[in-house]
């Protein structure tokens, strides 16, 4: 493992060609001052090891206290994001400078020009958009509508990119309870959040809605782990998908590993009948309040949810069709990007989490992995996986951070270090966002 992150160092480094993407796609290089990116980014990392050594002390940390490290940590990915920021030279001019430009987020932009949100709304899925905002439901839009409501201009696009990276810094809390469907022990779910909080796409997406996706995604589950057995759960699902859908259309995607970790249930409970009858019932009420909840909207207000979907998924394949992304290379360079999204240490960790016997985690972890190369062969989603795949990061991430949580302290301490320089190493030499 520290062969491979140490050889992935090497090679961002040497700017060795595949390692930033391919021919059609690729993430631009170049070539941040070290020193003073591992001198913003040392503050925070310095306290993740603190907490890390406070994971492994003798006698191990109460439950209560393992909650509070949880806590700790969502401080320290805060902090992360402000030295990602101070990490640009342009500082907070580069975060609105992203924000403001319509071709990075484009909602903001679109956001400027609502004189009138009903009249907005009504004419959302035939009116000139942005290229985000044309292929996204309105969500986004008015997350910055509301926001330019409260503050001048200015204030108002550095507000929202900065609130994003809170509110995405909030999923390393969410990672401790999504661990939950793997195990029930609260040290174990910890590395889940450790490995969570090292996760480079979480930080080189920044101002990117794209940051806050894997909420949803892991309350989503969650949720639906409990619809198995209360109804009530099952209402709560729909409303978290009505809400998913409305800020990002991929979301329907995860039909396909909600599906599958059901079925990985279903094998850990001995293919029951009632159990069968339980889901059954929990996806019919979760698609009925989903539906019902975007009639209840289509009456209320000017907004017509499935021609805006409809509308969205033709803009999508025309721009598809423009930018001529061939689907045998993005089918098997798209898990790459992917994986270094996820710090790359993500690959071999899941390699050591799959050695182990057969156990209700494999099977789970199992039905996750094959629902992200589904989702890739599919070609639904093509290139860019280190950040258009970022929702489906949680599966594989949690995994990873569970077979962390295995390790004895110093090789642990080993593989978080490792994994704090490759992310600094990504800062430094690769571009994710930046203005034409």
Request: hydrophobic content about 55%.
């Amino acid at each position: 493992m520290l062969c491979v992150g140490a050889a992935f160092i090497l090679a961002l480094f040497l700017e060795l060609p595949g390692v930033n993407g391919t021919s059609y796609w690729h993430w631009p290089w170049r070539s941040l001052d070290v020193v003073n990116t591992l001198a913003v980014f040392t503050g925070p990392l310095l306290m993740i090891g603190a907490l890390a050594w406070l994971w492994s002390r003798t006698p191990p940390p109460s439950a209560s206290d393992v909650r509070a490290l949880a806590g700790g940590l969502f401080v320290c990915e805060v902090l992360l994001q402000w030295a990602r920021l101070r990490a640009e030279p342009g500082g907070w001019a580069w975060l609105d400078e992203l924000v403001q430009s319509r071709d990075v987020t484009s909602y903001y932009t679109d956001a400027l020009r609502i004189d009138d949100v009903g009249n907005f709304l009504r004419d959302f899925s035939w009116k000139r958009l942005e290229h985000h905002s044309s292929t996204h439901p309105p969500g986004p839009v008015l997350f910055y509508w509301l926001l330019l409501q409260l503050f001048e201009p200015g204030f108002a696009a550095r507000a929202g990119g900065a609130l994003i990276g809170v509110l995405a810094s909030t999923g390393v809390i969410v990672a401790y309870w999504f661990a939950g469907l793997w195990t029930p022990d609260p040290l174990r779910r910890l590395g889940a959040c450790f490995a969570y909080a090292l996760m480079p796409s979480l930080l080189v997406v920044l101002p990117s809605f794209d940051q806050i996706y894997p909420i949803f995604t892991m309350l989503g589950l969650l949720v639906w782990n409990k619809a198995f057995d209360k109804p009530a759960a099952a209402i709560l699902l729909g409303l978290i998908a009505f809400v998913a859908t409305n800020v990002a259309y991929q979301f329907v995607l995860l039909g396909v590993p909600f599906g599958l970790y059901a079925l990985a249930v279903l094998r850990s409970r001995g293919w029951d009948f009632e159990v069968r009858r339980a889901m059954v019932r929990a996806a019919v009420i979760a698609l009925g309040v989903w539906l019902g909840a975007n009639i209840v909207l289509s009456l209320l207000t000017p907004f017509h949810p499935l021609d805006s979907f409809v509308a969205a998924i033709g803009r999508q394949a025309r721009y598809a069709a423009f930018l001529q992304r061939p689907y045998g290379l993005s089918t098997l360079y798209d898990p790459f990007d992917f994986f270094l999204g996820g710090g790359i240490l993500v690959l071999p960790l899941l390699v050591i989490h799959f050695a182990r016997e057969d156990s209700r985690e494999t099977v789970i972890t199992f039905a996750c992995l094959l629902s992200i190369l589904i989702i890739d062969l599919t070609g639904l989603i093509r290139c860019e996986a280190a950040r258009v795949w970022l929702f489906l990061q949680p599966l594989a991430i949690v995994p990873a951070g569970l077979t962390l949580s295995r390790f004895r302290p110093p090789a642990r301490g080993l593989v978080l270090g490792l994994s704090a320089l490759i992310l600094v190493a990504i800062v430094c030499k690769l571009i994710f966002l930046r203005v034409p």
